[in-house]
């Protein structure tokens, strides 16, 4: 029942149902400590001292925050002059109660009963009943109770209340003069008891309850026990606790006399006796009242001696004072632990940081709708949107001026959307932007909000991305389209001007534009023009869609202001609402009235008007609020504490502001000017009176793990920081203030104070004072209650980095932040990437030409992939980047901070992989950034005119604008068609999109279809080339072309130009247009005619026969000129003024650029073209015919479509034109700097690897021995080499053509290789024998083969009817398996171990043992089979059919046919989804197969059930490797959407490490060698192998090297030319070798193969075999 109703709180919570009663727990253990004043000092200062510390430790370590209230500790008198401490205490109990999850309550209790507080108001009619009961020759007491208590008429009903100290004794609060100050003091003590004994006694004559008179009699100690345990069900009372101490011989020293026992029990002042009736009291408190509400565990109880001693000393009473403490600390120990397993056994809702995140907004929306009243006019047109029934139609924008109160009305309209709608499940999201960390970030809060619509609809949120731009895709695309006409979507998002400006968000790109029947959207915002995004709302919005928020009316002010009074119960005088009304006449804003009310709230009926006073705007209010906070608690604490809060980047928890104002000795010197407490240190009430005072205007919000204290209103922060922290004539020492703020901020977060802080008195001496403040490690605990998680100090993640940037402290940001592994490392860990890049991009706003942190930060840009799959990527990202940067170059900038971190990249002992070499993009590189930037593969990349904007499109009819600088969104388009190209127009204020079908004209800023032309032919359509407001098309009749004036959006011209084209063609369409002259194109039986035809004379002007033209990049320049690309290397130039032909361009030159594989091409200007062949991009002058290379791509990196952007239309005033590349790679948009230089000159030839070479096949031999042999071929050079692990030649091979490599030839161990039917000693280049075996085809000796213990060979026959195995001792044939029926076989697959082979033979399935060479077992098989894989032992063979049964979302289920050899047996089992064949393994242990989304399944062998799923992939596996003990797995998963490589513990099933190169690895590009501790792989562009080494956290860092570190000798490898080798079948003749010298020599002597330029690129690919 429990799991049913936590599970309807879910679904409510994430439905945005304003109803759901869930509170939100925070992670605080908050213990109340309520104690008697004088008589518990020592024991209160023990716990101050020895216990606290020890509890947040405690806590700390469980992800926890302790805090301790104690309202006796610190001060010097129990009283305020206010009155205040008991109605504080009060609500400090009740908060405890709800914020902590375990204990809140402790009560101290001694022998004496403690101070009675006079009753602080009382009700008018009890209090005249009072004064009627004072005899009439008492008159001295009724004018007594007449003086300190006044009818306040304001309250309902009236009372009398008790007034402020100061208003009769002035220097009660006199700090300057400690003498008239203690004389004040001493009179109001005689006037508390006189007052005291006067209400007890008249209080005994009334008829009225015991509660009633039970204010004029108890103790604040009893009235808190009361509040605390007494009030309620009693349900939680087992979290409180009771410490009762009993003094044995203190009767005895009263009976003796012994002054010093008043101080442990109570005495009436007047006759200096034992205060019997307050000892009554005490007593059944003690020894009844508490017994029957708590359990007697936990009562503890003390006793301790005095012995005639003046009061209980630490030092004296140290046994007992330790006992206490230890009973103290077990007790509360005992009660947290269990309060913080039961927290995490029910942490279903609360606990969950997106739950946790929608409560923060129903409770806030809840909150501002309370006192919500009128604007029925304006929520009357939202429902009538609400409800509209539309398929298409624009969101609804809210806005106003600040205070004009749109959060209250965005709160209302969300709270009554679901009663507008009368649909139950209507789903309705609601975001206050900036109210919390998460929704003041675009990415956090789209996160956010599409996990919160997932969740609700039923959807998995493992489906929500990480990268920015594939969530935007997903929350415009999938997110908003879940609700439905049964089950609508209401999202309302109040402040989009409070989100941060990073990554273009207030341009608002990633708003979706239109709503529908099942989805609206209400956005608010300012209309100030300092945020674009009111502007861009405009341009999208219809009128009718704005609605303003107009500031109140006069009688709506009034309204408010009288709910507020009555939700108070509060009233005013006629004069009080004189002074309102003009106050309200001069400004009516929402926000002025709450602030108009809340004063209101304060006044007493007996106020004088002269000290009441309203100023007319909302800053002149809040000003004169913080004077008042001045000058009642002090200037200098309550400038401090506000500046504290203000600073602070997501506000500050309640024990972060005292730790930090008891660090800050100005404010107590002001607080402690005349005593010193035990401890340095803020007592508790004084910030609990602060806070107070602060009421609603100080919110508690949820960030970094916890509830911080926070500004509600953005006007008061704004206010608090013009008075507080900025610079101006009425406050000059602002400045300085903001230093020392954020200097004590740092000092705090960096633990520089945890030990204590120097403190210099008034005679000048400096003591370390140690200030009891909370310890700041980055990590709180390793492992925690938490399913063994890590937990960090969030709060230090966030705050630290903020204020070192703002004080600019370079030093210490890069040690401590920027350049420290473990804070990188631990940040990306506990939070995301995305907050490690805010940081670099914090520190660059204020540094931006610090070379150190413009490198880390691209390169951390260059490593956003892998660093948001996880931080264990941070080493080899940073190795394989960085490795070989040269720093030597630099001078006084030499990169130090770097150097360290690369140190710590090489040496921490995290679970990491760690490259032998760099091999990935450095920074400072022709790459400039990369974005991922739609779901699918995009189709076009263009820029407008002036290179501000790209506009890219995918083939899912998708366009987006972005900012080419920075490559931010702008803007998004849904609605294309099936385009073909984008053309900007109108000085780029829109854009043409011609399509197969149809031709569309977009306004660039509003993102809008202003109109659409339906097309008969694809490229019928064009911009003229003189004029980009002119759009030209053939219409569908297809004999008329129309000129369009886009501007104007009319028709200019109809032209029919049938009179002039007489041809009968297929297909036909336009180039462009110059003036009146227009060129179409059509496709012919004879190829392809283009004529240029005059509108004005219907004259035909050009006829031009070609073959084959480009007509997609044909181009008229904007002087008149015809540009045809030709597909047979030529292009051709004509003059359209005069018709005639200019130019050629042809022969080599143009072999480049036309009629390659992989060629792009474009125009710039008249004179200039770009082309990209193969990766090559060169700038073409026309004129010259020269050309110029500008990029050289590696293959990987070759577009699918391309666009050149002028730098100086970027801003860029160099004189030489210079270009920014924008590429798009699938699904990623790249750009590219033409010149790499950057200043950071990363110097690859130091560190480069000890050879290079470009191979097509790399073979790892003896992969799970330590030192393996690696084999490489170049196909080019007919190169094999044999290399060690650290890349060092062993032998050389020459003139080894491709066939025999690939065919003819095997590696057999580290001295012999077999060359056709030749056993060669490598060492001497000798043959050791012949393979005397006549049924084999000596020239496929590397076909369909396997080598068995490294001393025999398993070889298909000729013929394929039988399995030979022959010796490698002496090549004799050992055995021989002929196949049944000596039918030939059409598949061979060997186990890895190569002693189990699997034949396929027709439908039979042999397995043969080629150990002792008999036949296993033979079985049919008549299913299609789709794949099939043998375990390294080959005892078990898994065959794969993907037939089984169709699921509901079309994907088919798998068959698996498991094929135990050892038992004959062949079981089948039914897998869950369809398998892809790169994902595919087997084990003895496990089946091994991923799904499409990523996800590793294994299931049993031995039963077919599944075991266990391995996350980690999002897309399809491309390949598993299992080494051949079967305890590691390698994956690896598509280059282009994923491309992480995993490395996995299969006895643990769990991921050890991952890391992501750069290119595409193919699948034979790899192996697992070292029994799975290394990965060798080759990489498309690097010409060298990497070997990368899988680091474990388990080893000591003292004790880490290099992984390949073993001596490196350049000894030169042995050279042995295949040429020279006479491999005849004779095995009498013995060839000698010829050694041609050391390897370069070699290198040298290597010719090319002679074969086409198209066969050589056809074996350019790397690839290793294992």
């Known amino acids: 029942m429990a799991s049913q109703q936590q599970q309807e709180t879910v679904s409510r919570i994430l439905r945005g149902d304003f109803s759901v009663n869930q509170k939100i727990d925070s992670k605080i253990i908050r213990i109340f400590t309520s104690s008697t004043f004088t008589d518990t000092e020592a024991e209160r200062n023990a716990l101050m001292e020895k216990v606290y510390p020890r509890l947040k430790i405690h806590c700390q370590k469980a992800g926890f925050e302790f805090q301790v209230v104690d309202m006796r500790w610190g001060i010097k008198d129990v009283s305020t002059d206010d009155h205040s401490v008991v109605d504080i205490c009060m609500k400090q109990i009740e908060q405890s109660r709800q914020v902590s999850v375990g204990p809140y309550f402790v009560a101290l209790l001694g022998q004496k009963y403690g101070y009675r507080p006079l009753p602080v108001q009382i009700d008018a009619e009890e209090f005249d009943t009072l004064l009627a009961n004072i005899a009439d020759d008492q008159e001295d007491d009724r004018l007594l109770l007449k003086e300190w208590y006044l009818q306040d008429t304001n309250a309902i009903p009236p009372v009398y209340l008790l007034q402020p100290i100061s208003s009769k004794f002035p220097h009660y609060v006199n700090n300057q003069d400690k003498e008239l100050q203690d004389q004040a003091r001493q009179s109001w003590w005689t006037t508390y008891n006189r007052l005291g004994v006067l209400l007890r006694d008249l209080a005994d004559q009334l008829s009225i309850t015991q509660d009633s008179k039970r204010k004029y009699f108890i103790s604040v100690t009893e009235t808190e026990i009361h509040q605390a345990i007494f009030q309620g069900s009693g349900e939680n009372n087992h979290q409180c606790l009771c410490f009762k101490r009993t003094i044995s011989d203190l009767d005895d020293m009263l009976t003796s006399g012994n002054k010093r026992a008043e101080l442990y029990t109570d005495v009436v002042s007047s006759t200096q006796q034992v205060d019997a009736r307050a000892q009554t009291l005490l ?93 029925t006019t304006l929520l009357a047109q939202i429902e009538g949107y609400l409800t509209k029934k539309e398929s298409s139609l624009s969101p609804y924008v809210v806005y106003g001026q600040s205070g004009s109160g749109k959060t209250s009305f965005m709160a209302k309209l969300a709270f009554e959307s679901g009663r507008w709608l009368d649909c139950a499940s209507a789903v309705v999201v609601i975001r206050f932007i900036g109210i919390t960390p998460t929704s003041s970030n675009l990415r956090t809060l789209l996160h956010s909000i599409c996990s919160q619509v997932d969740r609700a609809y039923g959807y998995s949120t493992r489906s929500v991305p990480k990268h920015l731009q594939e969530l935007i895709d997903y929350f415009t695309t999938v997110t908003v389209c879940r609700g439905t006409d049964s089950k609508p979507l209401i999202m309302c998002l109040d402040s989009l ?126 000003q004169h609020y913080f004077q008042q906070l001045e000058q009642k608690y002090g200037k200098i604490y309550v400038s401090h504490c506000l500046a504290y809060i203000t600073a602070s980047k997501n506000g500050l928890t309640e024990f972060e502001i005292e730790d930090l104002l ?105 003591t370390l004072l140690d200030r009891r403040i909370t310890a700041q490690p980055l990590i709180l605990t390793e492992t925690s209650v938490q399913n063994g998680q890590t937990i960090y100090n969030l709060r230090k993640l966030s705050e630290l980095p903020f204020h070192l940037t703002r004080l600019k402290q370079l030093h210490q940001l890069k040690v401590d932040i920027l350049f420290n592994f473990n804070w990188i490392y631990h940040k990306i860990s506990a939070t995301s990437f995305h907050h490690v890049l805010d940081d670099y991009m914090d520190a660059l706003s204020v540094f931006p030409h610090d070379m150190e942190i413009n490198l880390i930060y691209k390169t951390m840009r260059l490593s956003s992939t892998a660093l948001l799959d996880s931080a264990a990527h941070l080493p080899f990202q940073l190795l394989a980047r960085l490795s070989s940067l040269d720093t030597s170059q630099h001078g006084d900038n030499q990169l130090t901070h770097l150097q360290q971190l690369l140190q710590d990249a090489n040496s921490k002992s995290i679970n990491c992989m760690r490259p032998s070499s760099p091999c990935l993009t450095p920074p400072g590189g022709a790459l400039i950034q990369t974005v991922i930037g739609h779901t699918r593969r995009i189709k076009v990349i263009t820029s407008t005119t002036d290179g501000k904007l790209l506009i890219t499109a995918d083939n899912d009819k998708t366009a987006k604008i972005w900012d080419s600088q920075h490559l931010r969104l702008l803007n998004k388009i849904s609605g294309l068609g099936a385009l073909i190209r ?155 003024t005069t018709g005639q032909h200019m130019q050629d361009i042809q022969g080599s030159l143009l072999r480049e650029f036309t009629g390659e594989k992989k060629h792009l091409m474009g125009f710039i200007d008249a004179k200039n073209l770009w082309t990209c062949t193969q990766g090559k991009i060169a700038l073409w002058n026309l004129t010259s015919s020269t050309s110029t290379p500008l990029l050289e791509l590696q293959n990987a990196d070759i577009p699918n479509c391309l666009h050149l952007v002028k730098k100086e239309n970027l801003g860029d005033q160099n004189t030489n034109p210079s270009y920014v590349i924008a590429t798009a790679k699938g699904n990623c948009i790249c750009l590219w700097k033409c010149q790499a230089n950057d200043g950071l000159d990363l110097n690859t030839n130091s560190n480069q690897s000890v050879v290079s070479f470009n191979p097509t096949q790399i073979i790892a031999y003896s992969p799970d021995q330590p030192n393996p042999c690696i084999i490489s071929y170049e ?97 004799n044939v050992v055995t021989t398996i002929p196949f049944p029926g000596n039918s030939p076989c059409h598949k061979v697959i060997y186990s890895e171990n190569g002693q189990v082979v699997i034949t396929l033979i027709g439908s039979d399935i042999i397995a043969c043992n080629t150990t002792n060479g008999k036949l296993v077992a033979k079985t049919k098989f008549s299913a299609q089979l789709d794949h099939i894989c043998l375990d390294y032992g ?233």
């Open 982 to 1136: 984008i053309i900007p127009a109108c000085h780029d204020e829109y854009f043409v999109a011609p399509c197969i079908d149809k031709v569309q004209i977009w306004h660039i800023e509003s993102c809008q279809c202003i109109k659409e032309f339906p097309l008969k032919w694809s490229y019928a359509a064009a911009i003229c080339s003189n004029d980009d407001s002119k759009l030209m098309f053939m219409d569908n009749d297809n004999d008329h072309i129309i000129l369009w004036d886009i501007k104007e959006r009319k028709q200019l011209v109809r032209f029919c130009y049938t009179s002039c084209w007489q041809l009968k063609d297929n297909h036909r369409g336009l180039i462009g247009s110059y003036n009146d002259i227009v060129i179409i194109h059509g496709l012919t039986d004879q190829g392809l005619h283009i004529q240029c035809i005059n509108m004005n004379t219907n004259q035909v002007i050009l006829n031009i026969d070609e073959g084959k033209v480009d007509v997609q990049n044909s181009w008229i320049t904007s002087c008149g000129q015809l540009i045809l690309p030709l597909q047979r290397n030529i292009v051709k130039i004509y003059d359209l």
């Open 1434 to 1666: 080959g005892r078990y063979v898994a065959i794969f059919s993907y037939h089984g049964e169709i699921n509901k979302d079309g994907s088919s289920n798998s068959l698996v046919h498991l094929w135990d050899l050892t038992k004959q047996q062949i079981s089948t089992h039914q897998l869950n989804y369809t398998l892809r064949a790169g994902g595919l393994a087997l084990t003895h242990q496990y089946i091994i197969g991923s799904d499409n989304g990523g996800d590793i399944s294994l299931w049993s062998t031995d039963d077919g059930r599944l075991i266990q799923q391995l996350h980690g992939h999002h897309h399809d596996l491309y390949k598993i490797i299992i080494n051949h003990h079967e305890d590691r797995m390698l994956t690896m998963s598509e280059y282009d959407y994923d491309g992480i490589i995993r490395l996995w513990d299969l006895s643990a099933l769990t991921q050890l490490a991952a890391f992501l190169p750069d290119w595409r690895i193919e699948r034979s590009n790899i192996a697992l060698i070292d029994h799975g501790q290394k990965i060798i792989i080759t990489l498309d562009g690097i010409n060298q192998f990497i070997v990368v080494q899988y680091h474990s956290a388990a080893v000591d860092e003292n004790q880490i090297t290099t992984a390949f570190d073993d001596d490196i000798t350049n000894s030169s490898p042995k050279i042995i030319d295949i040429s020279q080798l006479q491999l005849s079948k004779d095995a009498s003749q013995q060839p000698q070798v010829q050694a041609v010298g050391d390897h370069h020599q070699a290198q040298a002597a290597a010719k090319p193969d002679k074969r086409s330029k198209k066969k050589k690129r056809n074996i350019t690919r790397s690839c290793i075999l294992s």
């Open 1275 to 1371: 196909a080019e050079k007919q190169l094999c080499t044999v290399w060690d692990i650290n890349q060092q030649p062993l032998f050389i091979m020459q003139k080894m053509k491709n066939k025999l490599f690939n065919q003819g030839f095997m590696f057999i161990d580290q001295s012999r290789a077999l060359i056709r039917n030749h056993v060669i000693d490598l060492p001497t280049g000798s043959s050791l024998f012949q393979l005397q075996c006549d049924r084999i085809n000596t020239d496929c000796v590397g076909k369909n083969s396997k080598i068995i213990d490294g001393n025999k060979l398993a070889i298909l026959s000729q013929d394929a009817t039988a399995m030979i195995i022959i010796s490698l001792m002496d090549g």
């Open 662 to 766: 008891s660090c800050d000795d100005q404010v107590l010197d002001e607080i402690f000017q005349y005593w010193t407490p035990p401890i340095r240190r803020l007592p508790p009430l004084i910030w609990a009176r602060l806070r107070e005072s602060l009421g609603d205007y100080l919110v508690e919000r949820a960030a970094d793990g916890t509830q911080v204290f926070a500004w509600y209103h953005r006007q008061f922060s704004a206010a608090a920081t013009r008075r507080y922290l900025l610079t101006t004539p009425d406050t000059p020492s602002s400045s300085s203030l903001q230093s020392f703020i954020r200097t004590s901020f740092v000092h705090y977060f960096s633990d520089v104070w945890y030990d204590g802080k120097d403190y210099t008195d008034s005679k000048g001496t400096t």
């Open 497 to 622: 001007d409070q989100l941060s400006p990073e990554n273009g968000a207030l341009l608002l790109g990633w708003l979706p534009q239109t709503c529908s029947n099942g989805f609206k959207l209400i956005t608010s915002t300012l209309p100030d023009d300092q945020y674009p995004c009111y502007k861009k709302l405009t341009s999208f919005t219809p009128s009718h869609h704005m609605l303003e928020i107009p500031t109140l009316t006069n009688s709506d002010a009034k309204t408010v202001l009288q709910n507020w009074l009555q939700f108070s119960h509060r009233t005013i005088n006629p004069s009080q609402q004189q002074l309102i009304d003009q106050a309200l006449a001069q400004c009516s804003l929402p926000l002025y009235v709450t602030l108009v009310s809340h004063q209101a709230e304060q006044w007493h009926s007996f106020t004088p008007m002269e000290e009441l006073k309203l100023d007319y705007t909302i800053d002149q209010v809040i």
């Open 283 to 375: 007593t059944n408190l003690r020894e009844s009242k508490l017994p029957d509400k708590l359990p007697s565990s936990n009562i503890l109880h003390h006793t301790v001696e005095l012995n005639q001693n003046s009061r209980i000393d630490q030092t004296i009473h140290k046994d007992y004072i330790d006992i206490f403490c230890d009973d103290y600390y077990q007790k509360l120990v005992d009660l947290i632990d269990s309060s913080i397993m039961d927290y995490h056994h029910n942490r279903k809702i609360v606990h969950d940081p997106l739950m946790l995140e929608i409560l923060q907004h129903i409770h806030f929306c809840r909150d501002k709708c309370r006192t919500f009243h009128g604007r």
